[in-house]
């Protein structure tokens, strides 16, 4: 696409008390994220600008977009009200003297490569926790985060291969996508489209309540950054 967009979901009750994986749900502050999303994915990520040629006035046009979210709860809460809300609307072609009107969706899809690098026996606990209860994998990761594979879990590595799919389909869609996934994997989107490198991805900062506009070019992307709560 000309460009796609990369958000986090939602606070999650797990963010607030510093647990790491799961499945938990949003919080308050969560949902109102979700519901600036859902505007935000209308008005930005499914419009378009264009410049009337005559009377150089500008006038935005929607279009149509993609919404994608891995398979946790998490993700799908965050794009509820973009399903619900924002997502069908008329497009009105009177422009050209055709009075068709033609509805746009968002086409949505929960993928499995989206949901967050798996911590293993690791999950659901507390970095604090992790410490106390395995303190050799702990000193381990801080040695090397990119290459460390959680117990029974994955490493950054083993995510950058199940992206691999994830970045062939954002290459190939011409429409905008919106991408509602992890700190985890967008920190290797990121890296990967801004050509960093790998070493520096897993501590790439993608912050809660921030949309990152990407748009390719030859060599990178040009990046825009949208806080949309603070
Ligand atoms: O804390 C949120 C979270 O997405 C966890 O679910 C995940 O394990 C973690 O961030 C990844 O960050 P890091 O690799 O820095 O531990």
Redesign the pocket.
């Known amino acids: 696409p000309r460009e796609f967009y990369l958000s986090r979901h939602g606070q999650s009750e ?2 607030l008390v510093g647990k ?2 799961g499945d938990s749900g949003l919080t308050e502050a969560g949902l109102e994220y979700a519901r600036r999303l859902a505007d935000f994915a209308k008005d930005v990520v499914a419009t378009k600008v264009v410049v009337d040629e005559k009377t150089g006035e500008e006038r935005r046009e929607v279009r149509p977009a993609r919404l994608w979210t891995s398979t946790l709860r998490r993700t799908k809460e965050t794009a509820q009200f973009i399903k619900q809300e924002s997502v069908t609307f008329k497009w009105d072609n009177n422009d050209e003297g055709n009075p068709s009107v033609k509805w746009i969706q968002f086409k949505g899809r929960a993928r499995r490569n989206l949901d ?2 798996y ?1 293993g026996v690791c999950d659901g606990l507390t970095y604090q926790e992790i410490k106390e209860k395995f303190p050799e994998e702990f000193a381990r990761r801080q040695e090397n ?1 990119l290459t460390y594979r959680y117990p029974r879990g994955e490493s950054y590595m083993d995510v950058t291969l199940r992206l691999e799919q994830i970045v062939l389909d954002i290459e190939r869609t011409r429409e905008p996508i919106l991408i509602v996934a ?3 994997i967008h920190r290797l989107l990121y890296a990967y489209f801004m050509g960093l490198p790998r070493e520096e991805a ?1 501590f790439v900062s993608i912050p809660l309540n921030t949309v990152i506009e990407l748009r390719p070019h030859a060599y990178g992307c040009e990046e825009k950054r949208y806080v949309l709560l603070s």
């Open positions: 797990y963010n790491i994986g967050e690098l911590a985060k992890h700190q985890g897993p």
